[in-house]
């Protein structure tokens, strides 16, 4: 069976970035993704321009799945959100627990990702397939990788349909993940997160913010580098692309690229791993 691949956008701020994600989505529906997601910024800062593109990639005739997530949220506003998009026909969630904007105090009416599921499940039934997230390498949060699993667990428990990872670029790390979730009974898909190569220095400060590791070995190449953007590309590419392989290999459903709004490296990948159809 062919993997599944998925990409996901944030909300551009100008008509210029709305305008060039409109380019890039037309590139990457190309090559027939499964579902299109976007996010919602912190505290719910994007939500009405997430609502909006999700609208629109929905009226091309993709499947959109919103970022919902639930920190400095109320039941009464999540009610209303859910409201809006099942009344519009989308299907596919990703709920996330999210973080609140700088010099936000009030965390709201929810405290964790799994009440927000649980919420949704409570309000709506089946009538959204419901995505969450997973950390193979543990969430920088959690107080051990044990307290990690069982917070993932909860959320499955509370009605997830399918989780997609942190981005990492250990393969290893995702199948002891999987392995140790399977082990607990855990049967929902466990789909690896993707993240294109494009700029080391870009990757090292979202790698810093997420808590994501990137191998030394792969640290010191690309500082080896220096300001060579293209072998910076050209290194990338190659090992995402060995990373989404072996993902491949160890069963990994399909793959959910994190494009930053860009097209160019993961339709390269793609094309890589004859994963087109």
């Given at each position: 069976m062919t993997a599944e691949i998925s990409f996901e956008f944030f909300p551009p701020q100008s008509a210029e970035g709305l305008a060039n994600l409109r380019t890039v989505r037309a590139r990457l529906a190309m090559l027939e993704p499964t579902f299109f997601s976007v996010t919602y910024g912190a505290g719910g800062s994007t939500r009405e321009r997430t609502f909006d593109i999700i609208m629109e990639i929905a009226a091309e005739g993709h499947a959109a799945a919103p970022h919902l997530s639930c920190v400095g949220s109320t039941r009464a506003g999540i009610r209303e959100i859910l409201d809006g998009y099942r009344d519009h026909g989308i299907r596919r969630l990703v709920a996330l627990r999210g973080d609140l904007p700088s010099g936000m105090a009030d965390a709201g009416e929810f405290r964790y990702a799994n009440e927000l599921v649980e919420f949704i499940r409570a309000e709506t039934g089946d009538t959204f397939r419901i995505e969450v997230a997973a950390y193979p390498e543990w969430h920088p949060q959690a107080k051990?990788?044990?307290?990690?699993?069982l917070a993932f667990k909860r959320k499955v428990d509370a009605g997830a349909d399918a989780a997609i990872t942190q981005f990492f670029y250990n393969a290893d790390a995702y199948a002891h993940f999987v392995a140790e979730a399977r082990a607990l009974g855990i049967t929902i898909p466990i789909v690896?997160?993707?993240?294109?190569?494009?700029?080391?220095?870009?990757?090292a400060r979202f790698a810093d913010n997420s808590g994501a590791e990137i191998p030394r070995w792969m640290r010191k190449k690309f500082e080896s580098y220096?300001?060579?953007t293209d072998s910076i590309r050209a290194f990338g590419l190659?090992?995402?692309?060995?990373?989404?392989?072996?993902?491949?290999?160890?069963?990994?459903?399909?793959?959910?690229?994190?494009?930053?709004?860009?097209?160019?490296l993961s339709m390269e990948i793609v094309r890589r791993l004859n994963l087109v159809r």
């Open positions: 051990s990788p044990r307290d990690d699993l690896p997160g993707i993240m294109p190569i494009g700029s080391f220095a870009k990757l220096g300001d060579d190659d090992v995402v692309t060995e990373l989404c392989q072996r993902l491949l290999d160890l069963g990994a459903p399909g793959l959910h690229f994190y494009t930053l709004n860009q097209a160019t």
